[in-house]
């Protein structure tokens, strides 16, 4: 770290001069170079190297990011059936093709976080390995959990509101082949969210391992 190195060099610099110099003022004994190193390091003042972010990372914060927007027409039945002008068909037309947008993008989730989960299983591994340094590796891995962890909570509620959508749409709108679209529109999602539950628990495990829990997998 380049702010480290100048001060530990200033840090040297500074005892070689005062080597030989008397005492300083008040009597107090001068710090030997350990101990301003020390300090040096435990100073607030220096900025912990910030862990580069991967791509899959990247992709992991910017898909939960339009997942987890909570979708008001999904949840609010009547919104959405003013926006298909009062149509019971085109009501259960747009909540499929809805859901069907969700899936797709919890299908891409659910292969970017197994790539997340792998690397940071990896990472978990190779802590045994390296100094105490990398507190900011598990703050990392804590992070990535928490992502998908969230985002699958998010979509959970989601994927209630449809069936609660789709619950009201049988009575409203009693039309068996566009139920029928619905009901494969929704068991698409839910079959999305188990993936997406299953990377979730994958990467509870390791945090669990991390911090030295009992394994949950």
């Not at 480290?4 to 040297?12: E, F, N, R, T, V």
Request: charged content about 25%; proline content about 5%; glycine content about 8%.
């Amino acid at each position: 770290m380049r702010t480290a190195g100048w001060k530990i060099a200033g840090a040297l610099c500074f005892a070689a001069l005062g080597a030989c110099a008397q005492a300083p003022d008040f009597a107090a004994p001068r710090p030997g170079l350990v101990q301003r190193i020390d300090t040096i390091f435990a100073s607030d003042t220096i900025a912990a190297p910030v862990l580069p972010m991967t791509a899959a990372e990247r992709d992991l914060r910017g898909l939960a990011a339009n997942l987890a927007v909570p979708t008001a027409d999904a949840d609010d039945y009547q919104r959405l059936r003013a926006r298909t002008g009062g149509s019971a068909e085109g009501l259960i037309d747009a909540i499929a093709a809805d859901a069907d947008t969700d899936t797709a993008g919890m299908e891409r989730f659910a292969g970017i976080s197994q790539t997340v989960v792998e690397a940071d299983r990896m990472r978990a591994r190779n802590l045994q390995t390296v100094p105490p340094g990398a507190a900011e590796v598990r703050a990392r891995i804590g992070e990535n959990g928490r992502i998908i962890e969230d985002t699958g909570n998010a979509l959970a509620a989601r994927l209630i509101a449809y069936r609660r959508a789709l619950g009201r749409a049988r009575i409203d709108a009693p039309d068996a082949d566009r139920l029928a679209v619905l009901e494969g529109a929704i068991e698409r999602m839910a079959a999305q969210l188990a993936l997406m539950d299953r990377n979730a628990l994958a990467h509870n495990v390791i945090v669990s391992d991390l911090n030295g829990g009992p394994s949950k997998g």
